[in-house]
């Protein structure tokens, strides 16, 4: 590899293309993965992102890539939309606190490694929340976990938010596990006193359409858990994914799904015989980054 | 450590706690407390499995520690009941196998890592699985994900299954991301034509008043996802757990939940101030074995 | 897996061998052919150790392993010499405190993970040794490492050192990065004042007598690093070890020696073609122990 | 953080330190530091490199950073020694193999993760080496580790060697476990016919005068082993090194060197108190190049 002064990232991993092997091969052939599956007009985009990634700073990456039109159908966790609500309603995340984990509770911080959230922040969304499930539940007493989200993302007024873009976009955003977050619980609160009914198996019509009306798939998962099953399991009744990129830090031995390979998901027919598959072992918030800004100038050039 | 001709693993366990630094330090630190939370009347053992310990191999120490009372509440992944019921209509996991991915597809053998499933055993599980929903369906039409678990353990016939012995013992098994798995599926597929409906947050007022029945609460987290949150979170509205074991292979960095230390649960009141909490590095199929056999013969001696 | 009460680690061993797969599946595996390796008497068996083991709890595991004649050939890292060198001369490893680092350094504490040494250990550490170089350079001016390990085995007087045993039974100690510790500094220190002069590659010639009077080699390797890299290369030129067990918790995508998978060695003749090779990733603190109590068990059974 | 098309590196590690959490505030604030103490003129730069990062793709971005002094001292394992040359004798690093490890023996490639090497290469490295091995010992029969290190890199013809460019530029370059390498071996057989002695702990000297002389040291890690132990505590007898930077994928539990935090370095005196330590969890091969770029264009800014 060969650094020059005031590489672009582009330049930085094609480099890394160049010695081909290690983390840097991966890395490069992720980019060039991603930049050939936004191209291709007959692939639709599925991006799963479990972990802190919308706290870690991945919030406006995400926003934009539904904003230009590069994610088709997205996956995530109940934690993630919690912040992105959060992050909404003018809430945000704080670093550089050093307290210990008890004193913490105390000053009313929550802790995720090294950034921290207020319970004053929590305290504002609870308010806003419950006015939005109030106005959301008057209007339909009955909604898949998806309809809901895409509710949740009207009824924000924030260009900066995922939800609010995605709704804006008509992105759909799939997120089985919702209900186990803050959201989930102020939800569980709200219809404790209200009819309101989500339904926890709804999303599978409706996200097998969108698999089989698409002529291929790609998945790109940041992290595991189960927005990688759900993006990898919907392509189950297709026959599995025609491309596929991973970020993570978790091994494989255990047989978690989490750190497994991709290449398990071919025994599974959730990845297609013959498709493409990447995984770059490493932190999404420094992988990821590298491989949107290095397919964008990738595709900013052969335009 | 001091190894001598025929140890008990007792034994082992207390020689890793002479020494008590390093993993052999945190294995007898586990397996103490978790014999001083079973042993504590006062204490409900809260126990959450991710990843695949069920056709892992720890189907029956889960099963044979439901059926001595040993644990109150559990958590999993529709994944780990899937295999539950799998077993419990004459299927089985199988090693040994050495063929690619692809391969693998072909000949209808699913892998997680070293470990297979057949997709016959499969084809057996939906028919027998749609039998019971039929039934299940005819009795209810509307049920929480706990209700239905334990009306699934009502309906199969095998004193080796947890889904069985924990309906029998009254255990709720909560799985709050049940609906991704192959059950979920076949739930999905069987709701197309018939009425039946799934509460997702149906459970969330059990649990809680669960936790509010118990002087106390420890948790036992083998591996990481929703259980793991929904074990600790369900703690939040009391202040937090008194004691929690956690074993796996994730690494604290990323900010996932999977690999975040327990400490952190202090900050978001999911653990209490001055509540036990040991960690061991480790995969979850030799370390659990190890603290079951050493907390049942510290139990054993102290009565 | 079936937990009985009273189980011995043989039987909790074999029931992870009857489960077979993910972890506990190589657990057995590795402790099986620790066993079988230990009685074929065609076998030597070469013991390589990294990390902090000594200070970690695994001293006297090992002095009787070699004190028994199961071990015969071992290397190691300086850190562990000086370790077992600092409990003979009365020093000790202490654990429980939990001042920060800068604390510690103003009280003389160094740390290593959890545990902790104490600058006085040291200081008698210093003294004894630099008695000890005297005698052995009035002795001798020029030795290999491997001569020098010898002599210092023969110069302390404790039956719980591994240095003393080995020095007593035979067992050769080599330590190719010897001079990189406190060990090496005093003897560094030593020499700038005293004519003694330690042949960096006079080993080779002994060990690779070693290795062609084996019929067979089987290595045994806790951690990388050094001792890893030389107790595999030491083989290459007879093409390589006929059976390896590795305990690791490193990763081998990066392609550092220490995660990388023992297959990688056959590639190098480091391992011959057929050879069996099990790695059991996990922190052998706690998986040695099991695995030497297991293997002792079985040997002691087939007598 | 934002993505903006065509960025620099900077401009996106800027962004990384925006956000500021989990690996990208660690990757900004190693970029950052990196930048920081190469433009300090009080500080010296002691580089540590272990793992395959040669054959990896880090060859030009060392040597060109020894060219243009941003390195004071370095220090490496023999593998690295062994492959640098290797390539100065026309010999190169392979992928995109796919054999398994017994086939690759049979075609004499050794296979290091996904890179291999060819057995042809090795073969006219031997012939090489000992020709060069043959000049040396003619006018020198006793020299230090470095001494023949700078000996080799006069020695061979290639500027985009690293060894041949430290000796031009007069960096040091201590490899205190060298002998254990195919360099080591090579030299190893030379000696059994020739007069020729490497003196293993005769760099201690040098080194220490090195570290005396320089105001402020910084050590940047990549990898653990041999060279960060070397690097770390050849700055133990003035108090420590004054600022850090590990880029490691192993972790700190085990204890073992590799993976442990900076921060213990300060508890043995190996890193001052108040020291500036970062960090980065990752695969160096993606990490430093970026580090790198980053770096480079924080100097050519503030010049």
Redesign the interface.
Same mark, same amino acid.
């Given at each position: 590899?060969?650094?020059k002064?005031?590489?672009?990232?582009?330049e /930085?991993v094609e480099?890394?293309g160049?010695?081909?092997?290690?983390?840097?091969?991966r890395?490069y052939r992720a980019t060039k993965l991603l930049a050939d599956v936004i191209q291709d007009e007959d692939t639709a985009v599925f991006l799963s992102i479990?972990?802190?990634l919308v706290?870690?700073?991945?919030r406006?990456?995400v926003r934009?890539m539904i904003n230009d039109g590069l994610v088709d159908v997205m996956f995530t966790s109940g934690?993630n939309l919690t912040h992105d609500l959060l992050m909404a309603f003018g809430g945000d995340?704080y670093?550089?606190i050093h307290d210990?984990?008890?004193k913490?509770?105390e000053q009313g911080?929550?802790?995720?490694?090294?950034?921290y959230t207020k319970s004053e922040d929590f305290e504002v969304f609870e308010k806003e929340i419950t006015e939005i499930l109030s106005k959301i539940s008057q209007k339909e007493k009955n909604l898949t976990?998806r309809e809901f989200i895409t509710a949740l993302g009207n009824s924000v007024d924030d260009e900066s938010s995922i939800l609010y873009t995605a709704a804006k976009k008509g992105v759909p955003i799939y997120a089985?596990?919702m209900?186990?977050?803050m959201l989930?619980?102020q939800?569980?609160m709200f219809?404790?006193d209200h009819e309101f009914?989500?339904?926890?198996?709804g999303d599978?019509?409706e996200l097998s359409d969108k698999v089989f009306e698409s002529k291929k798939v790609a998945t790109v998962i940041l992290?595991?858990?189960?927005p990688k099953?759900?993006a990898l399991?919907s392509n189950?009744l297709k026959g599995g994914v025609d491309a596929a990129i991973q970020v993570t830090?978790?091994?494989?031995?255990?047989?978690? /799904?989490?750190?497994?390979p991709l290449?398990?998901?071919?025994?599974?027919?959730k990845a297609k015989?013959?498709s493409k598959l990447v995984t770059?072992?490493?932190?999404?918030?420094?992988?990821f980054?590298?491989m949107?800004?290095g397919a964008?100038?990738m595709i900013?050039k052969s335009d």
């Amino acid at each position: 590899m060969d650094i020059k002064d005031n590489m672009s990232v582009l330049e /930085l991993v094609e480099q890394m293309g160049k010695s081909g092997v290690l983390g840097a091969g991966r890395m490069y052939r992720a980019t060039k993965l991603l930049a050939d599956v936004i191209q291709d007009e007959d692939t639709a985009v599925f991006l799963s992102i479990a972990g802190p990634l919308v706290p870690g700073g991945l919030r406006k990456i995400v926003r934009d890539m539904i904003n230009d039109g590069l994610v088709d159908v997205m996956f995530t966790s109940g934690a993630n939309l919690t912040h992105d609500l959060l992050m909404a309603f003018g809430g945000d995340h704080y670093r550089g606190i050093h307290d210990n984990d008890e004193k913490l509770c105390e000053q009313g911080m929550g802790r995720i490694a090294d950034l921290y959230t207020k319970s004053e922040d929590f305290e504002v969304f609870e308010k806003e929340i419950t006015e939005i499930l109030s106005k959301i539940s008057q209007k339909e007493k009955n909604l898949t976990i998806r309809e809901f989200i895409t509710a949740l993302g009207n009824s924000v007024d924030d260009e900066s938010s995922i939800l609010y873009t995605a709704a804006k976009k008509g992105v759909p955003i799939y997120a089985p596990g919702m209900i186990d977050s803050m959201l989930g619980l102020q939800l569980f609160m709200f219809t404790q006193d209200h009819e309101f009914c989500l339904d926890a198996s709804g999303d599978m019509h409706e996200l097998s359409d969108k698999v089989f009306e698409s002529k291929k798939v790609a998945t790109v998962i940041l992290g595991g858990g189960l927005p990688k099953h759900y993006a990898l399991a919907s392509n189950l009744l297709k026959g599995g994914v025609d491309a596929a990129i991973q970020v993570t830090m978790d091994r494989g031995e255990t047989g978690s /799904l989490s750190g497994a390979p991709l290449e398990e998901a071919k025994s599974w027919a959730k990845a297609k015989a013959g498709s493409k598959l990447v995984t770059v072992v490493g932190d999404a918030t420094i992988i990821f980054p590298i491989m949107v800004a290095g397919a964008r100038e990738m595709i900013s050039k052969s335009d």
